[in-house]
């Protein structure tokens, strides 16, 4: 199996480099935006969809030699054709979601990308010649030799590098590199189901209770104080403006932390267990019902995301456990199944002579039900997990509050990821 990684770190361009990236910024917007109100206009005169090449031709190659347009030979050419990729792929996304070839939630059309998004991207590919050089620096086209913080080592032979200038106004180079699964554990013998739960982050089978930390509550509670002094902020006001970058950074720190505790806590299952099976929350589900900020600030899917990436890299199995199964409520020891339970009941007694914390008794469940095979005589199904697939940051996006995800780290994305942010 091959896995696509992504290695991000801190950068520092320079003043002059900071003007070269934002002139780069803008002309990756433009060419998209053009591709994007080319192939609009075609389908309002009830033309054909215009093809990749021709659109590449019209407004990159043509454009160029129009006054209008001549600046773009200033930048990169590869940093025009990742644009217009980016756009190609939204429009594969969108037209496959269409017909159901795509899973998932619907994803929108493109949407034009705009001078104030919070988030703004460009992306070099190998063919642009982009180079780690031996003083350290990233050496990009037209930009110049940019200042890395290396807070980790990249491996040779990275395929692209993308640059991206988040809301905070912080630089970051995210480098995608490819290898090969050459980094199984040791096997182990435990194996171990997880409930994630509202009153604890998770609940391990073995009894382990894992409470989200102190700090990141109290960086929420930051945040929030933070959100609520922005909004008595008048609109269009210089306050106002220094208040969203305010906003901006603590959600971006909030983000980074729990991020970090999040990777340790899935390595630590994941090198202690070869077996991991979490229960199919259906989180989109949970998130509209008023549970909504408690879920959402839980982070589970990126929490089993990350379990799931880390098992395939490592040789372990990971598998959800379909969320009809009633976990909560089977005895763990007698497999009787009780009425519904509110959620303030913590513990219960099963006619068996069992007591049962709530929490553990749903996780030894889920390691059961992951144990078994397809169809077992308790009626769960397992499905084993298919894609690992943490979201990707590469994309110019319009929402702040989505766009702290270019933060130091690694982390696995699929085909086509860079473009899926436009359906959440
Ligand atoms: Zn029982």
């Known amino acids: 199996?091959?896995?696509?990684?992504?290695?991000?770190?801190?950068?520092?361009?320079?003043?002059?480099?900071?003007?070269?990236?934002?002139?780069?910024?803008?002309?990756?917007?433009?060419?998209?935006?053009?591709?994007?109100?080319?192939?609009?206009?075609?389908?309002?005169?009830?033309?054909?969809?215009?093809?990749?090449?021709?659109?590449?031709?019209?407004?990159?190659?043509?454009?160029?030699?129009?006054?209008?347009?001549?600046?773009?030979?200033?930048?990169?050419?590869?940093?025009?054709?990742?644009?217009?990729?980016?756009?190609?792929?939204?429009?594969?996304?969108?037209?496959?979601?269409?017909?159901?070839?795509?899973?998932g939630r619907m994803v929108a059309p493109p949407r034009f990308r705009s001078r104030k998004d919070n988030r703004q991207a460009i992306r070099f590919t190998r063919n642009a010649r982009f180079k780690v050089l031996d003083n350290g620096r990233l050496r990009l086209p037209k930009i110049g030799d940019v200042e890395v913080r290396w807070s980790r080592t990249l491996p040779p032979e990275a395929s692209s590098v993308t640059v991206i200038k988040d809301a905070a106004g912080r630089y970051f180079a995210s480098f995608v590199v490819t290898t090969a699964e050459d980094e199984t554990l040791p096997p182990v013998e435990s194996k171990v189901g997880i409930d994630l739960g509202l009153t604890h982050f998770a609940v391990l089978s073995d009894g382990t209770k894992v409470a989200a930390p102190k700090f990141l509550r109290r960086a929420a509670r930051k945040l929030k104080r933070r959100q609520q002094a922005l909004s008595r902020k008048q609109k269009g006001s210089a306050n106002r403006e220094k208040a969203v970058v305010k906003v901006a950074r603590a959600h971006a720190r909030v983000a980074d932390t729990r991020r970090d505790w999040q990777h340790k806590l899935s390595t630590a299952i994941i090198r202690d267990n070869q077996a991991v099976y979490v229960e199919d929350l259906c989180v989109a589900g949970l998130g509209r019902t008023r549970l909504a900020k408690s879920v959402h600030d839980a982070g589970w899917a990126a929490f089993t995301g990350m379990l799931e990436y880390k098992a395939a890299r490592y040789g372990r199995?990971?598998?959800?456990?379909?969320?009809?199964?009633?976990?909560?409520?089977?005895?763990?020891?007698?497999?009787?199944?009780?009425?519904?339970?509110?959620?303030?009941?913590?513990?219960?007694?099963?006619?068996?002579?069992?007591?049962?914390?709530?929490?553990?008794?749903?996780?030894?469940?889920?390691?059961?039900?992951?144990?078994?095979?397809?169809?077992?005589?308790?009626?769960?199904?397992?499905?084993?997990?298919?894609?690992?697939?943490?979201?990707?940051?590469?994309?110019?996006?319009?929402?702040?509050?989505?766009?702290?995800?270019?933060?130091?780290?690694?982390?696995?994305?699929?085909?086509g990821e860079d473009v899926n942010a436009w359906a959440c």
């Not at 992951?370 to 077992?376: I, K, M, P």
Request: hydrophobic share 35%; charged share 25%.
């Open 1 to 103: 199996m091959v896995v696509q990684l992504r290695y991000n770190f801190r950068v520092y361009p320079t003043a002059g480099q900071q003007t070269e990236l934002s002139k780069a910024f803008g002309c990756a917007r433009v060419v998209f935006n053009d591709g994007l109100r080319l192939r609009q206009q075609a389908r309002e005169a009830g033309l054909a969809y215009v093809p990749d090449g021709e659109l590449s031709r019209r407004v990159i190659t043509e454009a160029k030699l129009t006054p209008q347009r001549a600046w773009l030979g200033e930048v990169s050419a590869v940093v025009l054709q990742q644009a217009l990729a980016d756009l190609n792929t939204a429009y594969r996304n969108f037209f496959n979601s269409l017909s159901g070839r795509r899973k």
């Open 317 to 415: 199995t990971f598998a959800r456990v379909d969320r009809f199964f009633p976990s909560t409520r089977m005895c763990s020891q007698c497999g009787r199944t009780t009425e519904k339970m509110t959620l303030n009941v913590r513990s219960w007694d099963c006619p068996c002579g069992a007591t049962h914390d709530r929490d553990v008794n749903a996780a030894i469940n889920v390691l059961a039900a992951g144990q078994a095979d397809n169809s077992n005589d308790r009626g769960a199904r397992v499905r084993p997990g298919l894609v690992p697939a943490p979201r990707g940051e590469a994309v110019t996006h319009p929402d702040a509050a989505r766009s702290t995800r270019s933060v130091e780290g690694t982390s696995v994305l699929q085909d």
